[in-house]
Nanobody, 111 residues
Framework: QVQLVESGGGLVQPGGSLRLACAAS????????MAWYRQAPGKQRELVAR???????HYSDSVKGRFTISRDDRLNTMYLQMNSLKPDDTAVYYC?????WGQGTQVTVSS
């Protein structure tokens, strides 16, 4: 089991940017595919982006071209750079590795 801690959420205006971070308690990025999910009020949790140990990435259609997933293996940290944010991006964002989940970080996009 690994502990995952997200940070970087907050309130941002439409069109703005945020960078989320997910710190893992041990080195796992070269072992497991890592992913960001999000859950908006009243909706199911959905995949936002994932990155494999080889660095291959996948994005949901709703964020493609606006979000970028990356990782720093030296710091055991994964990132989600979010640009051109929209109100529909408002959700709690979760970090995932295998069966482990972080506690989530709130992202609110509003004017």
């Amino acid at each position: 089991q690994v502990q995952l801690v997200e940070s970087g959420g907050g309130l941002v205006q439409p069109g703005g940017s945020l960078r989320l971070a997910c710190a893992a308690s041990r080195s796992i990025y070269l072992i497991y595919t890592m992913a960001w999910y999000r859950q908006a009020p009243g909706k199911q949790r959905e995949l936002v982006a994932r990155i494999t140990p080889l660095g291959d990435t996948h994005y949901s259609d709703s964020v493609k071209g606006r979000f970028t997933i990356s990782r720093d293996d030296r710091l055991n940290t994964m990132y989600l750079q979010m640009n051109s944010l929209k109100p529909d991006d408002t959700a709690v964002y979760y970090c995932n590795s295998n069966d482990d989940w972080g506690q989530g970080t709130q992202v609110t996009v509003s004017s």
